[in-house]
């Protein structure tokens, strides 16, 4: 089986990251179109089809759930999203990304990732403690439609 991570190039892959995110999440949980641009967005490519994406923020903190904003943190990798299409989840892809993502950190010298989901979320949740993040905080109604708590985890790499 043909595996490969490929960087999304904008603004050539702008439509196909939206028409991606809208197939994995639900619409509370959609990117604004315009905020690809702060990220770089990877595809988890199989037999040629885009079956995966992760989005992430180099050298930037999660903090949004408490200031509104995410400051920018030397040697913090900052994953944005993960999404699998719903047809390829619980064949091991979701755990092929995360070690593709804990890689792409370590190559490229950062210290710690940071990332947040859903406290519903327990598959990433759990995903994520696989490869040994822990939860740094959990923060109620950050999330709307439904109202749910974001929980922040982080995996230090030094």
């Known amino acids: 089986m043909r595996t490969e991570f490929k960087r999304a190039v904008l603004p050539r892959d702008l439509r ?4 991606f995110d809208h197939r994995v999440f639900p619409q509370p949980d959609w990117f604004p179109a315009e905020a690809w641009s702060e990220y770089e967005s ?3 490519i199989v037999e040629r089809r885009r079956i ?3 989005t992430f923020g180099e050298h930037i903190d999660f903090q949004h759930d408490l200031r509104g904003i995410d400051p920018r943190l030397r040697g913090t990798l900052y994953v944005a999203s993960t999404g699998i299409l719903p047809a390829f ?3 091991g892809f979701g755990h092929l990304l995360k070690a593709w993502q804990v890689a792409y950190a370590r190559h490229g010298g950062f210290s710690r990732v940071v990332t947040n989901t859903r406290k519903s979320n327990r598959a990433m949740i759990a995903l994520n403690k696989t490869f040994g993040f822990r939860a740094i905080r959990t923060t109620p109604h ?3 439609d439904p109202d749910e708590p ?3 985890m982080e995996l230090l790499l030094r």
């Not at 196909?16 to 028409?19: F, W």
Request: glycine residues 10%; positive net charge; proline residues 0%.
């Open 142 to 144: 950050y999330y709307m």
């Open 16 to 19: 196909a990251l939206v028409a």
């Open 89 to 91: 989840r619980g064949a």
């Open 52 to 54: 995966g994406c992760c």
């Open 42 to 44: 990877f595809w988890l």
């Open 150 to 152: 974001t929980v922040v």
